[in-house]
């Protein structure tokens, strides 16, 4: 790219018109997810913003090509063409699961859900026990260069969303036990049980990790929430973390782990 710098700002200005196209109906969540990745990609890397996976495809993409199909494709062919890039192409800087995550939510495999905001981790918990997760595409213009919670851009924002998107839906199998298990939390929340434990700093911050950032075998998420319960009684009680709790302390984490009925490991298959 030539001017780099000011070409990739005049790229990212046409997003917040792409964003209108969208909320205007002109095309689907997926569909404008898409391309919005795509010109992020291309302004941030110029030329070489993706390679071929198989020798039998073109050497290299033409940017400017993407970029004419992205402005004048409708409809199907606009579709199959996102498709058909996201399939056959590696783009540079992310990791495979995030196309992989995109494509599978344009063909309809993945019920993603496209926020313009961030929802904090209880809606993010609430969205996984009802099986989605969402993918926030931030399209303001310079507001998406900015950092969004501990991600530098938008982009970055939605690389991660993305990449937890994968871990959510890529294995039938551990897609229904991290279901299981946030449904379950999704309901011990509600019933007040953890609120206790939020004006604790450390104890809310590890908390809401666990309820929106954490997807997981589900054996893992119990054996998490179960040492935040730890360091919390040990916090309480003034004792270092080599400590043993109390049989207080012992009482109320089983307590706990007893009302979300998994005092026993989860029968999920890794």
């Given amino acids: ?23 205007a109906g002109e095309f689907e969540a997926p569909v404008f997810a898409a391309m919005y990745f795509l010109t992020w990609q291309i302004a941030i890397h110029g030329q070489p913003f993706a390679s071929r996976k198989r020798k039998s495809d073109p050497r290299r993409p033409v940017a400017a090509e993407w970029l004419a199909v992205l402005e004048t494709a409708q409809g199907h062919a606009l579709r199959a063409c ?4 996201l399939e056959r192409y590696q783009f540079r800087g992310v990791i495979d699961n995030v196309p992989v995550a995109l494509y599978q939510w344009l063909r309809g495999a993945w019920p993603l859900t496209l926020r313009e905001d961030i929802p904090g981790p209880r ?20 507001r998406l260069l900015r950092p969004v919670l501990k991600k530098p851009d938008a982009f970055a924002f939605l690389v991660h969303d993305l990449e ?57 998420s ?20 080599t400590e043993p709790l109390s049989t207080a302390a012992e009482r109320a984490i089983d307590n706990i ?8 490991p989860l029968a999920v298959c890794a």
């Fill in 1 to 23: 790219m030539t001017g780099s710098k000011e070409v990739s700002q005049a790229l990212l200005a046409r997003l917040p018109g792409l964003a209108a196209r969208w909320r």
């Fill in 222 to 241: 119990r054996q998490y929430l179960r040492a935040i319960l730890i360091e919390f009684h040990l916090r309480r009680e003034d004792k270092a973390l």
């Fill in 123 to 142: 809606d993010v918990l609430r969205m996984q026990a009802r099986g989605t997760r969402p993918v926030t595409v931030l399209a303001a213009y310079p």
């Fill in 82 to 85: 996102l498709l058909d890039y």
């Fill in 257 to 264: 782990l007893e009302v979300m009925r998994i005092s026993a």
């Fill in 164 to 220: 937890h998107a994968y871990k959510f839906f890529y294995s039938p199998t551990l897609h229904a036990g991290q279901r299981e298990f946030l449904t379950r939390l999704d309901e011990v929340v509600d019933r007040g049980v953890f609120e206790p434990y939020r004006e604790d700093t450390g104890f809310s911050e590890k908390f809401d990790y666990l309820m929106s950032d954490m997807n997981t075998h589900p054996e893992h």
